[in-house]
């Protein structure tokens, strides 16, 4: 999944630089998507751990 979230980086990197302001605010979106549901898959499996032991 980090690896999608590197691609919509750069894809909205490259879009903005050439002015296309649509795909790299949609890149940037589906990026800042990505990056919460890691958060919150880290924050659940750190909890998790904390639980067990």
């Given at each position: 999944m980090i690896k999608?979230?590197?691609?919509?980086?750069i894809v909205a990197a490259?879009?903005?630089l050439?002015?296309?302001?649509?795909?790299?605010?949609?890149?940037?979106t589906g990026a800042k998507i990505l990056i919460a549901i890691v958060l919150?898959?880290?924050?659940l499996a750190v909890l998790g751990?904390?639980?067990?032991a």
């Amino acid at each position: 999944m980090i690896k999608w979230i590197l691609i919509l980086l750069i894809v909205a990197a490259v879009a903005g630089l050439l002015g296309l302001g649509r795909i790299s605010g949609a890149a940037m979106t589906g990026a800042k998507i990505l990056i919460a549901i890691v958060l919150v898959l880290f924050l659940l499996a750190v909890l998790g751990i904390i639980a067990i032991a």
